[in-house]
């Protein structure tokens, strides 16, 4: 389930501010985004994985805390990234 090296460059691609950027807030948000998709479908087959479920809600917690400090110190960074995430209505 974990994403891999290739997955993960793919990912912070389309997101990261500078070529060596691989932690900003964009970029963290955009990998908990794919690592909850991909919970969410495990969870679907599987619904008694319960450790699977405990990840998932650590990861939107997680991501949660980043969109909150983003919204924060950019609100039109945090505007633009949900439009393309589609993470929110």
Known sequence: ?????????????????????????????ALLSEQIRRLTEHLKAHKHDYHSQRGLMQAVGQRKRHLRYLHR????????????LGIRG
């Not at 389930?1 to 389309?14: D, F, I, N, R, Y």
């Open 73 to 84: 110190t950019n609100p039109q960074g945090y505007s633009k990234l949900i439009g393309q």
């Open 1 to 29: 389930m974990a994403l891999t090296k290739e997955e993960k460059a793919k990912l912070m691609g389309g997101y990261r501010k500078s070529e060596r950027d691989t932690g900003s807030s964009e970029v963290q948000v």
